[in-house]
């Protein structure tokens, strides 16, 4: 595999222009290269020597990569890449190159190009991507816009645990968030890019399957489907589709477009009788491309049409057909146009994923395609979802924490009827193109749909359809160096095959006893948000959430893990509820909050107050009535009270071995 060498290079090379600061240091691994091409020169004066050499020319190759790697993530870094934003700009003009749509607002990523400052000095900006949030401003990518830059740094919500999401927006190169109303938005122009246009008539395609006679359902699924645009669909869908196992179907992938490639070779049959190979598949590689055009040139599809163009040119030119390599060189070239996707999660699965296909698929299938072609192909398709779950599974729950546990039966029901219905809807798009809405084909299409809904709700309403797992990078790295060694085994059949296939199961199996030893379990704990409306609690059980909102003008109690809150939001005499604060439950710790409503009262007259653990005051409360309150406690000596407005969030954790309070 050509592309094998020069790939690992770059990946290594990204990595570390990625760790330093001076990109000058890529000079380094070229000048080494240059040095050793030149000794390995030297000493091949005679064939025999140059054959003997020959696999040291890898050396100089792996570091001229290695350099181009660290040279291509210091050229696609931003700007600004501290965690301070730049301050005194009042105007921002930038291009919108991400839109998405909530039921919250708009956002959008924005390449920052130029901002002005107070003294009408301008500067332009490289790679300065920022996250724009907005309340009803419309907009496409490539829209030129100019904004108000009210910077802010990107940070996880403090009102949860940590999640990682400012970490991943860092690691695509945005750093800073901000905020615009609609009014404080200006569209001045658009920019007319291969890219841009492409999204432009994905648009169009949705408008007109969204007026077409298909159901409002279906619409959104076919829109997702196809065009690879999830924001249509609602989120109870999503995780429907997600917890059954067959989120992929809704992720335009490589598989979309290999079915897309099936279809087109199968309408092509004709040329293939006439003997024009040639012209037969690189018809069916433009009409890929094509789609690839009107799906908006999504990443997933682009880097899935890449490597069919390899393969498909193998073919033309009678080369020998590497899919292996073919994937290896599609992710060469992404990577090298775009070395911020090495950690695009997107790209990550997709390889994988693809990979293990590639490798174990067609060996693992015990059943032969010329004697039993329908048997070959149910067992193919348990396989493929076998096979790319167990590989990409760490990868998984490294980022989303859990593992679907229906995968399987679900992929055996859906899969073997989604090509016709991709096929179908393919039918039904390129009607609309032509101005034909097609009752039948609607009505058809509607029914499919309800099929895939009601399969995937069925199997994933049986219990938990998820297992949860933290794994850490240690887990992921000897989990994916075992699959690599077991493919490898399987691959070279020999004596020594047996050997390496235990090695290869023995790191697979330290990788899952490790998890254990690598990774703590998280605590039981409870975070009081900071919100100035909701009295709102994150109540976690272990890793997971839930979030609890205490009713306002009233008092409400909370027992959540043996841990008891109050809530005071109303100015009642609170005599009449000493029952309730001078409560003798046996709790771990008890929390009093006191919101806007505890107005008139003063923290003596609160029985039992030294019964409680911590005192919170709400945001909602009014700053004179918050600073009387803690002058007070200063007064009488009360060390546990806490400001949400002043000190933020406060999380509580509750250890198992936390005595209990009687």
Same mark, same amino acid.
């Given at each position: ?20 600061? %001076? ?51 210091? &050229? =696609? ?59 009803? &401003?419309?907009? $496409? ?48 122009? &658009? ?21 077409? @006679? ?39 992938? *490589? !598989? ?20 024009? =190979? ?51 060189? @599609?992710?060469?070239?992404? %990577? ?33 395609? =010329? ?56 039918? &039904? ?50 989990? %994916? ?59 976690? $059980? ?7 909102? !205490? ?24 005599? @009449? ?47 004179? !009535? ?10 009488? *000596? ?17 250890? $198992? @071995? ?5």
């Amino acid at each position: 595999m050509p592309f094998l060498i020069p790939l690992l290079a770059l990946i290594i090379g990204i990595l570390i222009g990625d760790s330093i600061q %001076l990109p000058a240091w890529g000079l380094v691994p070229m000048l080494v290269a240059c040095a050793s091409y030149l000794l390995i020169l030297k000493k091949t004066s005679t064939p025999l020597l140059a054959l003997k050499h020959n696999k040291r020319h890898m050396v100089w190759v792996f570091l001229i990569f290695a350099g181009i790697g660290i040279f291509d993530i210091a &050229f =696609h870094k931003p700007t600004i890449s501290s965690s301070q934003p730049p301050k005194g700009y009042i105007l921002a003009e930038g291009e919108i190159i991400e839109a998405k749509s909530f039921a919250s607002g708009d956002r959008f990523v924005v390449d920052v190009i130029r901002m002005v400052d107070t003294l009408s000095q301008v500067r332009t900006f490289h790679n300065f991507k920022v996250l724009l949030s907005s309340d009803g &401003f419309s907009a $496409d990518p490539g829209d030129i816009i100019t904004f108000i830059p009210r910077l802010n740094p990107i940070t996880d919500n403090p009102n949860f645990r940590p999640t990682g999401f400012a970490e991943r927006m860092h690691r695509v190169g945005i750093y800073f968030t901000t905020h615009a109303k609609a009014s404080e938005i200006n569209l001045k122009g &658009f920019n007319h890019t291969l890219a841009n246009s492409a999204v432009a008539w994905r648009n169009r395609l949705v408008v007109k399957i969204e007026k077409s @006679s298909l159901s409002r359902p279906t619409c959104n699924f076919i829109i997702a489907l196809l065009l690879g645009d999830r924001s249509f669909l609602s989120e109870e869908v999503r995780d429907t589709f997600s917890n059954a196992g067959v989120a992929h179907v809704l992720a335009l992938s *490589g !598989m979309h477009v290999a079915i897309i490639m099936g279809i087109i070779l199968a309408l092509l049959f004709p040329f293939k009788i006439w003997g024009w =190979h040639c012209i037969r598949y690189i018809v069916a590689l433009l009409l890929v491309w094509v789609y690839a055009f009107f799906t908006g040139m999504s990443p997933s599809t682009v880097r899935a049409c890449i490597m069919t163009t390899f393969v498909v040119v193998a073919l033309i030119i009678q080369r020998r057909n590497s899919p292996e390599n073919a994937l290896l060189a @599609s992710a060469f070239i992404i %990577l090298l146009l775009n070395p911020q996707s090495l950690f695009d999660i997107g790209l990550q699965l997709s390889v994988l994923c693809v990979g293990s296909l590639l490798l174990f698929a067609g060996p693992l299938n015990p059943v032969n395609r =010329h004697r039993h072609p329908m048997l070959h192909s149910v067992v193919a398709a348990a396989l493929v979802s076998l096979v790319s779950t167990v590989t990409t599974w760490v990868v998984v729950s490294f980022y989303f924490k859990s593992v679907p546990l229906l995968f399987l039966p679900v992929n055996l029901c859906l899969l073997p009827i989604l090509p016709l219905y991709i096929c179908l809807s393919v039918l &039904f798009i390129i009607l609309l193109i032509f101005g034909i809405d097609f009752s039948a084909l609607a009505w058809i299409l509607n029914n499919g749909y309800k099929i895939f809904d009601w399969i995937a709700s069925y199997l994933s309403a049986f219990g938990n359809a998820t297992v949860s797992f933290d794994i850490q990078m240690p887990v992921v790295i000897l989990w %994916l160096l075992g699959v690599l060694i077991i493919a490898y085994a399987i691959k070279r059949r020999s004596d020594k095959s047996k050997i390496i296939l235990a090695g290869g199961l023995s790191l697979m199996i330290i990788s899952i006893v490790s998890i254990p030893f690598l990774n703590d379990k998280p605590k039981d704990g409870i975070i009081f948000q900071k919100s100035s409306s909701d009295i709102s609690l994150a109540l976690y $059980d272990g890793a997971y959430p839930q979030v609890s909102t !205490m009713p306002r003008n009233t008092i409400s109690r909370i027992v959540h893990k043996g841990c008891e809150i109050l809530s005071i939001d109303c100015n009642e005499n609170l005599d @009449s509820l000493a029952t309730t604060l001078l409560s003798s439950r046996k709790q771990r710790k008890r929390y009093l909050i006191l919101g806007s409503g505890f107005k008139g009262t003063t923290l003596k007259e609160v029985p039992g107050l030294e019964g409680f653990d911590k005192i919170i005051l709400h945001p909602s409360m009014k700053r004179k !009535m918050e600073t009387k309150l803690r002058q007070e406690a200063v007064e009488i *000596g009360l060390n546990a009270l806490y400001s949400l407005r002043e000190d933020g969030p406060l999380e509580e954790l509750l250890p $198992d @071995s936390l005595p209990i309070i009687k």
